[in-house]
């Protein structure tokens, strides 16, 4: 094909062929699925390779070979054209509620292992992938294939357990048995979890893995036929595809590909596209011509020389680990090093779906200074081909000069890179490589680093030392190597290192990046590692025996995990599914890829899309707004500010004090200007870029303690005292002070906010479908602005993809300034944020600070406790009052305060207003008053459990804001249980034999209780609402007011219905929650849902039971449908609502649950890294509606609380820009963060007779518990400092981070890097 002629695209897609003689290049094959062929299975999480829930199946197949290759890939960052000649497969394409689930589809949920299901797709088509290339995969591929997927709301153990399933050990055991194995408490004897409490027995089966369909291979979709038969026609060759200004050439041929080069001179070229295509989605580049490298035949090439390998520039990175693997078999191991090395560091390279399309020559090119591959090469002295247009080539040394500058090189703008050399490495040779990032899992690196040594004879003949993430450019530490040339590689060369690469490897306090002290120690660290591993291999140790943990690499055993919770009674109703392990409700469709959330609605004919121009800075006047060449761009609509708000531009829940689009004021970067109408997505936010603003900047405010400084805070200041401080002080033996900061936390739901308004043709009407967990405030906010009463206005939502907080208030904002757009342009408007548009606008957790005084007795009670807590709210108040209320409500945990002054302080700043997040203040709260109770134990020399049990609330004592807690003593019980079912004390003298006897691996345990009170404490919100109809056939319809965002709300309501009503569960139907349906709902928030809703569904199903009673007295032999066909007939009305309020309470809390857990971590205290071994929980849930939920609640809100506590971190400029705005700086825990094991008890023989099926709230309390990692963790530093001989306490702030963890394992190291005086520097970055 010439150049001149466009080419016709063609693809399979889940067998069907797909042509397209008109293709925009511009288009990602996600966007060409969920917009072009509908398949809106495949879902939109990021847009940048991070979470992987646009996870599809590519599969090519190779003319020469006949071989068929599939490799799992995101789809949002595969061009369209990319796939010509290839079959994609998608999650719709494997199975379908109709035609019946794939085993992988069917497993996933029936092990419970979808909540909101939002990550479900592309986790179903990971696995599916590495399935279809290896059918009995092991646990450990299974954990490597998820590497690029997220879900924030499993905790992902379920998900886990459902595919274990496929392993081979399974597989050979049996289903039954695997399930015995993996989910029975393993006692023995009559402490076995199997046998009976009473009537009631004790289960660990979650689900029954005989009941899953068989998985055979053979049967799975074959590759098109009538593809292969067209790939055998015809020579590949170059194809083009051009459309809208954009070109895409394909050239096979090197040749091809130069003569393409010299006519398009600017063309860029593309290989995996894993970095051209962040840069076109976030950098918003534009480029006119891509020509693709990936299919050059000749930069695909790996060849085995007798110097080396010579690897093909375009060859991903995936196949160089299996060609390495390979060849790692057949050649002797000292040849080997570096492509150990190179093995070694992939694993920690992105995720599978990124390393399977990712090329070599991408990454090199690239040059960013933290490449993983860089340090390595260079290291390595390996050797770069390139060749210039005419197909001269030449050859340069990756070497320090190949980098010339930030992502720059020596290639010559008319070059290729065609391939790269890596020599073997010889027998006097050693090499290691290694790399520090934020999360284990596909992260970038903060520091890497990469060695080799020439040692003759113990004398150092030749070596290298590179390092990234030290410089604009990767790094070559040249003084260093160069005094060591020649040396004896003794401990003196060891000393002489160290002090030069902390000369040479410097970085200034506010360096780009930060973390300067962290990264300057991890370079020496590494060094440290590296030379003990060398001695271990040349000298013996040479050092003492537990040092040989600094040369341990990062392991992690396979996980295990148990679930234990309350059969119900031997005498229940079959059809009564109340206390069953039922699936949630929506999890099949969740699994097909059927599961419609707002972006999956199909557009309405006439649809527009918006999007909105946001604030680029902090603080500032507002000078003026230029829309116009915006409006002149073709496929424009309408440019809306707040002029085109007809009512009140003034939002917020409580307090109106936010203007939906600011006038003349914007008080933090992604406030909303104004919003842009146009055709699609694509123009729209190129027009909202082009709508120039011009600011008049005035100085932000961005921290609590810039706050502080500056009285800057929303009222009220919240006090609340009890007793007598100035007696309790003076009562006690000793008093500490202290202060701690705890990070915020962004949501991170799957799902961004998202909502399409849709204008009624008659009477001013407005439908509005919104992600809002809060129906009603979107309603009322809607009315206000569009200035129509609430009844004009209807909110529906059917699910969201997850929302912990983030979509009670911080939707309205979208969902406002939709209907405003709406009803400007007459037509239905939709928009759903970017990733990083939702995390720079939406608001997050608040970070706290907390700052005590305590006063106790020596041996650890507490006598009086001052303390001022501090909350960045934002810009503006939203629930930060109720936030900050629900934190000095829980500072006490489950502990007596005989004498407390506490105060809550809403600091206002200019980032974007913080809102509710799952916990509502008290984890925050929670952390510090555990802190409080570690400092004191270090004080007084006593045993952290001895302090927290001494404090306990005991029966009959009140909180320090005087509620009486009922069942004081389930804290207790919990606290009891979980000692034992974890061996707490047994496991302490392990922790400590460890520590003993490893110098630079430390471990620690530590056990934490939980008091939460439970209840809205606006009384007004204490209520719900239901609304029940039967239908002539006997199907019944439930509508509740509460939303289903993957808690499984739905489920619970729908099986207390069942129970209710006496009919089986598959009766019951629910579609959506709409405010015309129940009106005036609370938010579905504070854990509470079920309580209320679930009274309100008991109450309207009662009513109709009792409606049909004498029907059932007349006919009990006849079934449901007769005495509904009765009941109608006779005209009696088969609809019925039901409302529920609590009891009127001058307290706080409707009641309280109880849980408590211990966590035993091992850090590496040279790196900061750490993995939690095991975590033991024992919940209180009163009796549990649903186990299954209940579990997956618990165990999902501890993985994010884990993230809040150890991992997630905003990072802002000091001019108030978030820097952490996705998933490639913003780190959730990943599948290997989860404890190894991990353990979870539901409390057995507690009803609760407060609440509906005698259950208790379960969505909020157990974030918390991850606590428990944190305290492990400051325990194992505190054995890491001890052994430097430094004894008691230390602050360490939340999230204990790498960098915090490394960083507070004080040693010489680190002790070359005293941190920089405030004030001295613009730092690069600060935390709010
Ligand atoms: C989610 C995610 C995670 C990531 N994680 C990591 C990580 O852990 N470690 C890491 O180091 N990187 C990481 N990256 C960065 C990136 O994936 C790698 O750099 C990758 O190797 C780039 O390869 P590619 O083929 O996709 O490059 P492309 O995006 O196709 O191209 C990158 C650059 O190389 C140029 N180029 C490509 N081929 C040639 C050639 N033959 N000759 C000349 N120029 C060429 C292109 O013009 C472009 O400038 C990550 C990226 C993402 C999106
Ligand atoms: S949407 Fe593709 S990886 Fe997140
Ligand atoms: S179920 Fe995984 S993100 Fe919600």
């Known amino acids: 094909m010439s150049l001149k002629e466009n080419a016709v695209l063609i693809f399979f897609c889940n067998g069907q062929k797909v042509t397209d003689d008109k293709v925009d290049p511009t288009m990602t094959l996600l966007s060409y699925l969920r917009q072009k062929l509908r398949l809106t299975g495949s879902k939109l999480g990021c847009g940048e390779g991070g979470c992987g829930a646009c996870t599809v199946m590519i599969s090519s197949y190779d003319r020469l070979t006949k071989k068929i290759t599939n490799i799992s890939a995101n789809a949002c960052l595969t061009p369209i054209c990319q796939v010509h000649m290839m079959a994609v497969t998608t999650v719709e394409g494997i199975g379908s509620i109709k035609d019946g689930l794939h085993p992988v589809q069917e497993r996933i949920a029936k092990a419970h292992g979808s909540q909101c299901g939002f990550c479900t797709p592309g986790i179903v088509m990971s696995m599916y992938t590495l399935l279809r290339n290896n059918h009995q995969p092991t646990m450990t591929d299974i954990e490597d294939t998820f590497q690029g997927n997220l879900c924030r709301c499993t905790g992902y153990r379920p998900i886990l357990e459902g595919y274990r399933t496929f392993t081979k050990e399974n597989l050979n055991d049996g289903f039954n048995e695997i399930n015995a194995q993996v989910n029975c408490c393993q006692m023995k004897d009559e402490q076995c979890c199997r046998l009976t409490n009473g009537k009631r027995q004790i289960s660990t089966t979650l689900f029954q893995p005989s009941e899953f369909k068989a998985y055979d291979h053979t049967k799975e979709i074959i590759f098109p036929p009538e593809l292969i038969l067209m790939l055998e026609r015809e020579e590949p060759n170059l194809v083009k595809f051009e459309r809208n200004g954009v070109t895409w050439i394909r050239p096979v041929t090197l040749d091809q590909l130069f003569a393409v080069r010299s006519q398009f001179p600017n063309s860029k070229l593309v290989s995996g596209n894993t970095e051209v295509g962040v840069d076109i989605k976030l950098k918003k580049m534009r480029y006119p011509i891509l020509v693709s490298v990936a299919h050059v035949t000749d930069l695909n090439k790996i060849l085995a020389c007798e110097t080396g390998v010579r690897i093909g520039a375009s060859v991903t990175l995936s196949r160089i680990e299996d060609f390495f693997k390979d060849e790692m078999g057949k050649l002797p191991d000292y040849q080997c090093k570096s492509f150990a090395a190179i093995i070694d560091m992939l694993h920690w390279f992105a995720g599978q779906q990124i390393r399977n399309v990712a090329g070599i020559g991408g990454n090199i090119i690239t040059g960013s200074p933290i490449s993983d591959l860089n340090p390595i090469l260079m290291a390595a002295g390996c050797t770069l081909e390139f060749a210039d247009t005419k197909g001269v080539h030449r050859s340069l040394p990756i070497a320090e000069h190949f980098f010339t500058g930030y992502r720059q090189n020596a290639m010559k703008p008319n070059e290729t890179l065609v391939s790269i050399h890596i020599p073997y490495t010889k027998k006097t040779e050693h090499f290691k490589a290694f790399k520090q990032a934020h999360r284990r899992d596909d992260d970038i690196a903060i520091v890497n680093a990469a060695f080799r040594v020439d040692l003759h004879d113990g004398v150092v003949h030749d070596s290298s030392m590179a390092f990234g993430g030290m410089a604009p450019t990767t790094k070559m530490a040249k003084q260093t190597i160069n005094k060591i040339v020649g040396r004896l590689w003794d401990q003196s060369l060891f000393d002489d290192v160290i002090a030069s690469l902390a000369n040479e490897m410097t970085l200034a306090p506010g360096a780009p990046g930060g973390m300067t002290e962290y990264r300057q120690s991890l370079v020496l660290s590494f060094f440290f590692k590296f030379y003990l591993s060398v001695n271990q291999k040349v000298n013996g140790l040479n050092a003492p025996l537990s040092y040989t943990s600094a040369t341990l690499p990062f392991k992690r055993d396979e996980a295990k995990s148990t679930q234990m919770f309350q059969e119900v009674a031997n005498d229940q109703s079959l059809i009564d599914p109340v206390g069953r392990p039922l699936v949630h409700l929506s999890a099949y469709q969740q699994a097909t890829g059927e599961a419609v959330y707002v972006d999956d609605i199909i557009a309405l004919k006439n649809e527009l899309y918006m999007a909105v121009v946001f604030s680029q800075k902090a603080h500032a006047k507002i000078k003026c707004v230029d829309a116009t060449s915006a409006l002149s761009m073709r496929g424009v609509h309408a440019f809306i500010d707040h002029k085109d708000v007809p009512g009140s531009n003034l939002i917020g829940d409580i307090v109106q004090d936010e203007e939906l689009f600011a006038t003349d004021k914007v008080t933090c970067v992604g406030q909303y200007i104004g919003a842009i109408v146009a055709d699609d997505q694509e123009i729209a936010q190129r027009a909202a870029r082009m709508v120039r603003v011009e600011y008049q900047e005035l100085e932000p405010i961005i921290s609590i303690e810039d706050a502080i400084a500056k009285e800057s805070y929303f009222k009220p200041i919240q006090r609340i005292e009890k007793g007598n401080m100035t007696n309790g002080f003076e009562s006690s033996d000793q008093i500490i002070e202290g202060e701690m900061r705890v990070g915020e936390q962004e949501h991170f739901y799957l799902e961004t906010q998202s909502c399409i308004a849709i204008p009624k043709q008659e009477e001013d009407f407005m439908e509005v479908f919104s992600a809002t967990q809060d129906l009603q405030l979107a309603q009322i906010t809607i009315a206000n602005v569009l200035g129509v009463k609430y009844h004009k206005v209807n909110i529906r939502t059917k699910r969201l993809g997850g929302a912990f907080g983030g979509k009670e208030t911080r939707s309205c904002n979208l969902s406002a300034a939709l209907a405003v757009a709406a009803k400007r342009v007459g037509r239905p408007v939709r928009c759903m944020l970017d990733r990083d548009e939702d995390m720079t606008s939406t608001g997050t957790r608040h970070a706290f600070l907390g700052r005590y005084k305590v006063g106790f007795s020596n041996d650890g009670k507490i006598q009086a406790l001052k303390i001022c807590l501090y909350a960045n709210s934002g810009n503006s108040t939203d629930m930060s009052v109720m936030v900050m209320e629900r934190a000095l409500d829980h500072l006490q945990n489950a502990y007596y305060l005989p004498n407390v002054d506490s105060c809550g302080y809403c600091c206002k700043t200019n980032i974007p207003s913080n809102t509710a997040f799952r916990g509502f203040g008290r984890p925050q709260a929670y952390l510090i008053i555990e802190n409080v109770m570690t400092e004191i134990s270090l004080s007084c020399g006593v045993r952290q459990k ?383």
């Not at 204490?1022 to 319809?1037: E, R, T």
């Not at 518990?1265 to 944190?1270: E, M």
């Open 946 to 1328: 001895t302090v927290r049990e001494l404090n306990f609330l005991q029966e009959g004592q009140s909180t320090y804001y005087n509620q009486k807690v009922d069942d004081v003593r389930l804290v207790k019980r919990c606290w009891d249980e979980c000692l034992e079912k974890s061996d707490y004390e047994e496991r302490q003298s392990k922790v400590a034999d460890f520590n003993r006897s490893n110098r630079w691996r430390k471990r620690g345990l530590s056990i934490i209780p939980l008091l939460y009170g439970v209840g809205f404490t606006a009384m007004h919100m204490n209520k719900a609402g239901a609304f029940v109809i039967i239908y002539q056939d006997g199907s019944v319809l439930l509508s509740h007011g509460g939303v289903e965002m993957g808690q499984g709300l739905n489920t619970k309501m729908l099986q207390i219905a069942s129970r209710t009503l006496k009919i089986s569960s598959d009766q019951i139907f629910t579609d959506e929650t709409s405010t015309n349906t129940v009106p005036n709902t609370s938010p579905t928030a504070g854990s509470i849902s079920s309580d209320l809703n679930g009274m309100a569904v008991k109450i309207a199903c009662e009513k109709l039971y009792n409606r049909l009673e004498p029907y059932r007295k007349q006919e009990p032999n006849k079934t449901w449908s007769d005495w509904i066909k009765a009941a109608y007939k006779d005209r009696v009305s088969l609809f019925a609502t039901g409302f529920y309020k609590t009891p009127l309470r001058s307290e706080p809390f409707h009641y309280f649950t109880s849980g408590a857990a211990v966590s035993e971590v091992e850090i590496d205290c040279l790196t900061g890294d750490h993995v939690v071994l095991r975590t033991d929980i024992v919940m209180d849930v009163g009796d549990s509606i649903n186990p299954a939920i209940d579990i997956g609640q618990i165990e999902g809100g501890f993985i994010q609380g884990y993230g809040l506590f150890t991992l997630e971190e905003h990072r802002w400029s000091p001019s108030g820009e978030l820097l952490t705005k996705g998933p490639g700086f913003y780190k959730i825990p990943s599948f290997t963060d989860i404890p190894v094991e991990f353990n979870v008890s539901l409390l057995d023989g507690v009803p609760h007779t407060k609440v509906v099926c005698s259950s208790k709230a379960i969505g909020e309390p157990p974030l918390f518990l991850a606590g428990s990692v944190f305290f492990a963790i400051k325990e194992a530093i505190l054995a890491s400092r001890k052994d430097c001989g430094i004894e008691g306490s230390f602050r360490l702030d939340s999230p204990a981070t790498a960098e915090r963890i490394r960083m507070a394992c004080s040693d010489t190291f680190t002790e070359k890097f005293p941190p920089a005086v405030n004030g001295t520097f613009t730092p690069f970055f600060i935390r709010s």
